[in-house]
């Protein structure tokens, strides 16, 4: 699309080398520092690709393996790209120097893993330490030195060991988008917040891929019933009071409906997006 005058200007019913396997079902896409734009999919000739934007073609990166779902890919601080799986936990390999690996998340028995899960995002946090958000597993933290591992699941808080998204503040908070509300974690002191309906959010239930940091500080996240947009900064509080919550989320949709002179939502924690 061009986004000057919102014209389509290509489309690709399918994705892959001219020569080999191609798949046509897209579930990320993600630009690197080196502005190689990367694609993944899932279901038939799943993998991982990238897009040549002169020729206009895919090539597949063979690094991913064949048939592997690619939920999210992600860069991090090093260079190495990772990608979220539906059972093989987490791949990643560095396009410059030529490592690749792959690290399991679940049991192990007999040599075997067991209980995996997919991962559905991978974010890393301000100390460089890299987080996977899973679907049954709860929350991965793999340490900065990519050596050990710690999960975080409903017994340390977690209101569901359903997650979808994780996004960090200016203030070493991570939120976290789950099947059960909106997770505040603490990066400091591992402390964990929950904002559910009862605060006044639309829903409980966010979705995938639909997490946003602005470079104001704002946050959006995607739920299935719309989406919530927020400024973490005014959560700041060691106990926000319920009206420093609605202040927070109405002054976004104030701004919100002065831009688009529309009508307040009546309910003051969120933007909520219709399609019409």
């Known amino acids: 699309m061009d986004t000057r005058t919102g014209m389509i200007t290509d489309r690709f019913k399918l994705v892959g080398d001219k020569s080999g396997p191609v798949s046509d079902f897209i579930i990320s896409i993600y630009r690197t520092k080196d502005n190689h734009l990367l694609v993944g999919s899932a279901y038939s000739g799943a993998g991982l690709f990238e897009y040549d934007i002169q020729r206009k073609t895919f090539k597949r990166i063979n690094e991913i393996p064949y048939n592997t779902y690619v939920y999210d890919i992600f860069e991090d601080s090093k260079g190495n790209i990772w990608t979220g799986s539906v059972k093989e936990g987490a791949y990643y390999?560095?396009?410059?120097t030529g490592a690749r690996g792959n690290l399991r998340f679940?049991?192990?028995?007999?040599?075997?893993?067991?209980?995996?899960f997919p991962v559905y995002n991978i974010f890393?946090?301000?100390?460089?330490?890299?987080?996977?958000?899973t679907i049954g597993c709860g929350l991965i933290k793999l340490s900065p030195d990519r050596k050990t591992f710690k999960r975080y699941t409903t017994s340390n808080g977690l209101p569901s060991n359903v997650l979808y998204s994780i996004l960090?503040?200016?203030s070493k908070h991570l939120w976290i988008s789950s099947l059960k509300g909106l997770v505040c974690f603490d990066l400091r002191t591992e402390r964990v917040k929950v904002y559910t309906r009862a605060n006044g959010l639309i829903t409980d239930q966010f979705n995938y891929n639909s997490g946003y940091k602005h470079t104001d500080g704002k946050m959006y996240f995607g739920s299935v019933k719309g989406m919530i947009a927020f400024d973490?900064?005014?959560f700041n509080q060691k106990e926000p009071s319920p009206q420093l919550i609605s202040q927070a989320f109405r002054l976004i949709i104030r701004k919100h409906c002065r831009a688009n002179n529309t009508a307040h939502f009546p309910n003051p924690f969120c933007i909520?997006?219709?399609?019409?």
Request: hydrophobic share 30%; net charge negative; aromatic share 8%.
């Open 93 to 96: 390999y560095n396009p410059k």
């Open 124 to 133: 890393e946090d301000s100390n460089h330490s890299l987080w996977f958000a």
């Open 272 to 276: 909520q997006i219709l399609l019409h």
């Open 106 to 116: 679940g049991d192990s028995t007999k040599g075997q893993t067991i209980n995996e």
């Open 168 to 170: 960090e503040d200016n």
């Open 232 to 234: 973490p900064a005014l």
